[in-house]
């Protein structure tokens, strides 16, 4: 969800913010923008809706050029998609505005800014902050105080950062509850919301705090932080690589990321040990898992469904009561804090907007102990919470998460287990055992991959249908949540996810010859059951695609019968190797009905507004 990118050289910047900008757009956007301040000292920018790619060919043809400039891809909140509404604003040609985030006064500032006669462009929220800025800068004359002046006006969430014609030698950034990194270079600083957008030319970082304001110039930078006094932010040398992933021999980034997956999952092993390791989260973490009486956990989206996972491993094998919340509604419902109670925090990016506000709302409630599970190790989550481990999934660039989701299973299993020792549920003899089973994952999710072209012919027979249901029971229910979620994010069917046991309880009643179930079952995990849940729809002239361990007898008439290979897999193991077919189903099916696979429409990787 929108990035921003800028900076300020001796040399043009912008083919280093088109670089940046193309490097955000994982995040989801639907129009970009770059402005720079020219040779004449004048403001000038280029806005479409489209693809950076777009832009970048007209910044070609137009020959723009620039030492300071600040760009953005736009994911749309206030106000549809139109030239007009794409960033960066201007105000009165005199100062530039880039924003991410929401402002959630905006109408209230835009009538007060109406009244003292600024004319609006566009409908979006940022643009009051661009007016708001300029009202100030012109009873100051300084950009710097401007800034400071009309932030303190905003309630909401934002990232900005500003340009002046008046001074070409000066940027301001300034960030509440949205990142905001900056980026040291030689004779050259740089801003980005995101460090893939800024890695091509410096891998010397600074993270900013909330309520921080930044002036830099070519050469230096200064902090300010919420209390208006200068403060000094440590200088962090990052360890990511520049290089994002290449497509190599394959059509798109989320195909790569599914056959990524032995890779991401053995080293993320790699970073664990052969033990289950309390000190893997932190220097604190054994003492604090010994004393814990209740885990909850918080997460948006695919997140969310791998803690619905860790719900069923936490209570079965660390003998813990396990919540799970939504993040968008936990911090606005009554619910009695737990000083006691493990705070485990998921996201991928950890930049997303109603985890970290809930994390924050946790440590007000008198909840310290705050758990991260992360794929970035400089994100604002793992900064912000008491212990963390990350997933070594590496970059993600598909919007669809999927190697993510499975190093998040592997970690939140590790934990699992990790509890259950800390708090003497776990025999050495056990430990061991389960080690050695947790260690033949990469090779059971390999074997899984060689499936592709069964999932290919179902992946034809679903490409014209308008639903689908996806059943499972036990682990592998919200495993069928998350295979109904990757078919509707990328190919756009309707499809849910449910317990296979509620069928009698109202789903039953869409069942027809054009509705397909996508059924799991394992013969570990209540077979028998499950079983009779198949039958129930195959009475009914439903179609069944089944994915399955056991043999099936002559009476299970599916349409279609997966082989699953985990004949002798622990059940723990299973809804981590459950899901990579579903995400081949619904890549291969979102393929055949023509949609943008790594780009779906309305949807942004990180989603850093609520």
Not at 247 to 262: A, D, R, S, T, W
Request: contains cysteine; charged residues 20%.
């Amino acid at each position: 969800m929108c990035g921003i990118v800028g900076g300020i050289s001796h040399r043009n910047v912008v083919p280093i913010i088109l670089e940046g900008l193309s490097k955000l757009e994982y995040r989801g956007y639907d129009s970009v923008g770059l402005a720079i301040i020219d040779a004449n000292g004048n403001l000038a920018r280029e806005r479409i809706t489209g693809r950076v790619r777009s832009l970048t060919q007209l910044c070609l043809a137009n020959s723009f050029s620039g030492k300071i400039g600040i760009g953005h891809t736009r994911w749309a909140t206030h106000g549809e998609v139109t030239q007009n509404n794409a960033h960066p604003h201007f105000s009165n040609d005199t100062i530039a505005v880039v924003h991410n985030g929401i402002i959630e006064n905006y109408s209230s500032l835009h009538d007060e800014l109406v009244y003292a006669g600024y004319n609006f462009e566009s409908e979006t929220d940022t643009e009051v902050i661009v007016h708001l800025i300029h009202s100030f800068y012109i009873k100051t004359a300084n950009l710097l105080t401007a800034v400071k002046q009309a932030i303190s006006r905003l309630i909401g969430a934002y990232a900005i950062a500003v340009v002046c014609s008046d001074n070409p030698q000066q940027l301001v950034c300034a960030r509440y509850g949205s990142p905001l990194i900056l980026g040291v270079g030689v004779n050259e600083m740089f801003f980005a919301s995101d460090i893939s957008a800024i890695l091509a030319v410096t891998q010397k970082i600074v993270y900013l705090e909330d309520g921080d304001v930044a002036s830099i110039n070519s050469t230096d930078y200064t902090v300010w932080d919420s209390n208006n006094q200068e403060v000094t932010r440590v200088v962090s040398i990052s360890e990511l690589s520049q290089n994002h992933a290449e497509l190599g021999q394959y059509n798109h980034y989320m195909q790569k990321e599914i056959f990524e997956q032995p890779k991401a999952l053995a080293e993320t092993l790699q970073s664990l040990g052969t033990s289950f390791d309390a000190s893997k989260f932190g220097a604190e973490a054994e003492e604090v898992f010994a004393h814990i009486d209740q885990v909850k956990i918080i997460a948006c989206g695919t997140s969310l469904n791998a803690g619905y996972v860790a719900k069923y491993w936490i209570e079965e094998f660390a003998h813990l009561d396990c919540s799970i919340d939504i993040a968008s509604e936990y911090r606005y419902k009554k619910s009695p804090p737990n000083p006691r109670a493990l705070i485990i925090n998921i996201s991928q990016s950890g930049e997303t907007a109603d985890t970290l506000a809930s994390v924050k709302f946790t440590h007000e409630l008198g909840m310290p102990n705050s758990l991260s599970i992360c794929n970035v190790p400089e994100s604002s989550l793992v900064r912000l919470s008491k212990l963390h481990i990350l997933t070594q999934a590496g970059p993600e660039i598909g919007v669809a998460s999927t190697k993510a989701f499975t190093t998040q299973l592997l970690v939140l299993l590790y934990l699992t287990y990790t509890l259950a020792k800390v708090r003497g549920h776990l025999s050495p003899k056990s430990e061991a055992e389960i080690m050695a089973e947790i260690r033949k994952l990469p090779t059971l999710i390999f074997d899984v991959l060689k499936l592709e072209d069964q999932l290919k012919v179902i992946a034809s027979e679903l490409k014209d249908k308008q639903n689908a249901l996806f059943l499972g029971r036990h682990t592998l229910y919200p495993i069928a949540i998350e295979g109904a979620l990757k078919l509707k994010e990328i190919s756009y069917i309707h499809a849910e996810g449910y317990a296979a046991g509620e069928l009698k309880h109202g789903p039953l009643a869409l069942i027809d010859s054009n509705m397909p179930s996508i059924v799991l079952m394992p013969s570990q995990l209540l077979l028998e059951k499950t079983r009779s849940n198949v039958q129930e729809i195959l009475a009914r002239q439903g179609e069944v695609y089944l994915f399955t361990d056991f043999k099936p007898d002559a009476k299970l008439k599916c349409k279609r019968i997966v082989e699953m290979p985990t004949q002798t897999v622990p059940h723990y193991l299973l809804p981590i190797i459950y899901t990579v077919p579903l995400q081949l189903l619904a890549y291969h099916t979102a393929i055949m009905r023509g949609t943008d696979v790594d780009k779906p429409r309305n949807l942004a990787k990180s989603v850093t507004v609520e």
